[in-house]
């Protein structure tokens, strides 16, 4: 017996642990996102403050150090700065923030209402 196409593409039962894509779903033991937590876990489990003092100075000893090339103080400049304050947000994303504001805008003119 053959399985039309329609057959093959319908989701797989819960019971396997499978989502819809074939992929093993949130809380399946073999879940990429489980792993991933328990590495993340294991990981921060296992940092002590001295090592973040020690990840700090390597940073700081390739801004300070004389020879570091372009590239390398750029990197160590980068890396400090992201883990202080955090990535920045990218500027295609507050220009679409604002073209959805101003969306936004014209339409609560259009019905009458006030913008905030």
Do not use: W
């Not at 489990?45 to 570091?68: C, M, N, W």
Request: hydrophobic letters at 35%; zero cysteines.
């Amino acid at each position: 017996m053959t399985m039309s196409i329609a057959q093959n593409l319908e989701p797989t039962s819960p019971a396997d642990g499978r989502d819809a894509g074939g992929r093993f779903a949130g809380g399946h033991r073999l879940s990429i996102g489980n792993r991933g937590n328990a590495y993340r876990r294991k990981l921060l489990e296992s940092i002590q403050p001295e090592d973040i003092d020690l990840a700090l100075s390597a940073l700081r000893r390739v801004l300070r150090d004389e020879k570091s090339k372009g590239n390398d103080l750029i990197n160590a400049a980068r890396e400090l700065l992201d883990r202080a304050t955090g990535k920045p947000a990218s500027a295609d994303l507050a220009d679409r923030v604002e073209a959805i504001e101003s969306s936004l805008e014209r339409i609560l003119q259009q019905l009458g209402g006030e913008p905030a």
